[in-house]
């Protein structure tokens, strides 16, 4: 489907095309129907409906001169540009922009890793560079840091971290934009901008320093549309010494409030690196009465699920620990986490899992030797990238709901409760049920997943699911869980449960849309945020 | 289950199937510098067909990417056909439009669904001018 882009007719767009080709060459432009559609947003619930969002060509710059003079060429056009680093964003969007006929700006032709500094614990890369291309760099010199990799591996730190993605080795390096630090931004004029350190020419501490000094405008290009990253500076994890897992089961369903407790201090402590809460009895969810039980309206009593865990011989929850640091250290955290909860938990019981020297061998990657049955994906946990998780994709993608909940057991139960009861119209697998666990991947707080697929060729069930999600969106939103990461189609609904103050946050954005970049030259709509132009 | 038979058929057969990249075809014996099978569908033992090397993998493409492609496909040229789940194919697809190839050829084969999963035959041949040889 040939789009042109907004206020812009075939002759103008042949006049764009003819600009950037003069900036970038004529072999990194792309328009029509074929060479666009990888631009497509292949998991979208959306997908050849009217609701459906094209961009119409795409433009790969070599370096930070070249993104310049394609952002002053977009001004000239007044055309919007959906930056993109390597366009990976599945569930949320993937290379699909917000406003038809934007033009890609596909950074992935900047590829170069700049710098890995193993002395300082940083690296400096270009937003085409993927994990497996940093990991690479780092295996291949023998650099002893560990990287924090989203599963799959397959998209780039910038990209990754821009969108608030998450990793799964310890608490402060899962949260990618929260492990950044420094970055270069080309502005909405064309202006080549640093932040923090790299204002300061001749500092040798951009990526050891995030503030610099006066405010911080780095939280402006995360989600938002103020610019365009052209580099980013990240905070490494020195390579542990020695991995170490474990597993502590609690009898009761109740039992859980105490468990995030305690795993709540385990990992502010710095002592856990990624715990995986889990329910032993969702190996009982084929069987239809416990179905029904699990998936009640209101949710069971702690009575009924106690009793459907006694009979089945399981305990109610479970906690996949992993400890990464020095020998001695993993030993001694995990003898003290089994300490801590088992003697005040009654009916607890710890079970040792695996523990080795790093870096892991292969078969170790391979995770073939956890004595007991675990959620966890040993190469993301060891900051290896991955395309594994491939294997649990299904139909033709996912949409992706994650809100925001509470570190809390008591909110946990609500939110299954509250969830499970708003999804019961949809006819999908139950997300949110008694045994839903929460996931806790942000450094301090957790989040529930809904992911129902979309199939291309079922359109009738994509519009289900397309309402399905808006309706996930507004009830969470009531009991303020709100969701972290949103596709283009779905950012206007999330931005508006942000409503405090009758929506003063996005009025400030639009007041800073509307100073730095009035006519939307970049990414007019992400984040919620529209400029003037595009408001009416 | 996909035999010894069909795959040296199809492998005979798959650049009369593609559409584009002659030139890319012609520099290859039997038109592929390398075959990609999926062993969840051809769990014959591993062995080159024709002279063509074989890749094999079970669903993960991790292995085949990281050790394999990335590489192969930093470089002009290199046509390469597959028989594969969907999914994996969605993963390969996905990093050779990143790397200025395409699927030039794309086949939905008649063998059962594992797991939800459809077999495929396909072949992934350069189309950007930087990698066409």
């Not at chain 1, 206020?7 to 060479?35: C, H, N, P, Q």
């Not at chain 1, 000239?76 to 038809?100: C, D, E, Q």
Request: aromatic share 10%.
């Amino acid at each position: 489907m040939s789009v042109l882009p907004p206020d812009m007719d075939a002759a103008g767009f042949a006049a764009l095309l003819d600009e950037l080709r003069g900036a970038v060459g004529a072999d990194w432009i792309w328009s029509g129907d074929t060479d666009m559609f990888p631009y497509r947003d292949s998991f979208s619930p959306v997908w050849n409906t009217g609701e459906e969002r094209h961009a119409s060509a795409a433009v790969a710059p070599e370096n930070v001169e070249q993104v310049s003079a394609v952002v002053r060429i977009a001004n000239r056009h007044r055309v919007p540009l959906f930056p993109i680093s390597t366009g990976k964003n599945f569930g949320y969007g993937g290379p699909s922009p917000n406003v038809n006929g934007s033009v890609v700006l596909d950074l992935k032709r900047m590829n170069r890793v700049l710098e890995v500094n193993e002395a300082r614990n940083f690296c400096l890369v270009e937003p085409g560079v993927s994990y497996f291309d940093l990991y690479r760099h780092v295996e291949e010199r023998g650099l002893k840091v560990m990287l924090d990799v989203p599963d799959p591996g397959w998209g780039s730190p910038i990209g990754n971290s821009l969108e608030r993605g998450v990793g799964y080795t310890m608490p402060h390096f899962r949260d990618h934009f929260g492990a950044h630090c420094g970055m270069e931004v080309v502005l909405p004029d064309g202006e080549i901008m640093r932040t923090g350190m790299g204002a300061l020419p001749g500092s040798d501490t951009w990526q050891e320093y995030p503030y610099g000094f006066g405010p911080d405008p780095a939280g402006l290009f995360a989600q938002g549309n103020f610019g365009v990253v052209t580099k980013m500076g990240f905070r490494l994890l020195p390579l542990p010494e020695y991995y170490r897992t474990g597993l502590i089961t609690v009898r009761k369903r109740r039992d859980l409030v105490k468990l995030i407790a305690h795993v709540n201090y385990l990992s502010d402590s710095g002592m856990v690196s990624e715990v995986r809460f889990a329910s032993p009895l969702s190996t009982w969810m084929g069987d239809p009465d416990f179905l029904a039980l699990a998936t009640k309206a209101g949710g069971p009593s702690d009575t009924e699920m106690d009793a459907a865990a006694e009979t089945f011989g399981l305990p109610a929850w479970a906690v996949d620990l992993q400890f990464l640091g020095p020998q001695a250290a993993t030993l001694a955290q995990w003898e003290y986490a089994k300490d801590r909860i088992l003697s005040d938990i009654v009916g607890a019981e710890a079970i040792d899992g695996d523990h080795f020297k790093l870096p892991a061998s292969e078969e170790q990657l391979e995770n073939t030797t956890q004595p007991y049955a675990s959620g966890v994906r040993r190469r993301a946990a060891l900051g290896v990238p991955s395309l594994g998780i491939w294997e649990i994709v299904r139909d033709d993608g996912h949409v992706g709901f994650f809100p925001v909940i509470p570190r809390d057991g008591e909110a946990v139960f609500e939110a299954q409760r509250v969830l499970g009861d708003a999804q019961r119209e949809f006819p999908l697998p139950p997300y949110f049920s008694a045994i839903t666990a929460p996931l806790f991947w942000h450094t301090h707080t957790f989040q529930m997943v809904f992911a129902p697929s979309v199939k291309h060729d079922d359109p009738e069930h994509n519009a289900m699911v397309h309402r399905a999600m808006k309706k996930m969106v507004a009830v969470a939103a009531e009991l303020g869980w709100g969701d972290y990461r949103a596709s283009p189609i779905y950012q206007d609904d999330v931005s508006a449960t942000y409503s405090f103050n009758n929506h003063v946050l996005r009025r400030f954005h639009e007041q800073l849309k509307d100073a730095v970049d009035p006519d939307g030259i970049i990414a007019p709509g992400r984040g919620g945020i529209w400029p003037r132009r595009f408001r009416s | 289950m996909i035999t010894r038979r069909d795959l040296i058929k199809w492998t005979a057969v798959a650049p009369a199937l593609a559409t584009g990249s002659q030139a890319a075809f012609a520099r290859a014996p039997q038109g592929l510098d390398a075959l990609l099978l999926d062993e969840r569908f051809s769990p014959e033992p591993a062995a080159d067909y024709a002279r063509i090397p074989v890749m094999r993998f079970a669903g993960d493409v991790t292995g085949v990417w990281y050790d394999h492609l990335d590489r192969r496909w930093r470089d002009p040229g290199y046509v390469l056909g597959g028989i594969t789940g969907s999914d994996a194919l969605f993963v390969l697809e996905t990093l050779a439009n990143h790397h200025g190839r395409r699927v030039v050829s794309r086949t939905a084969l008649a063998e059962p669904n594992i797991d939800g999963v459809r077999p495929v035959s396909w072949v992934i041949a350069p189309h950007h001018p930087s990698v066409t040889a």
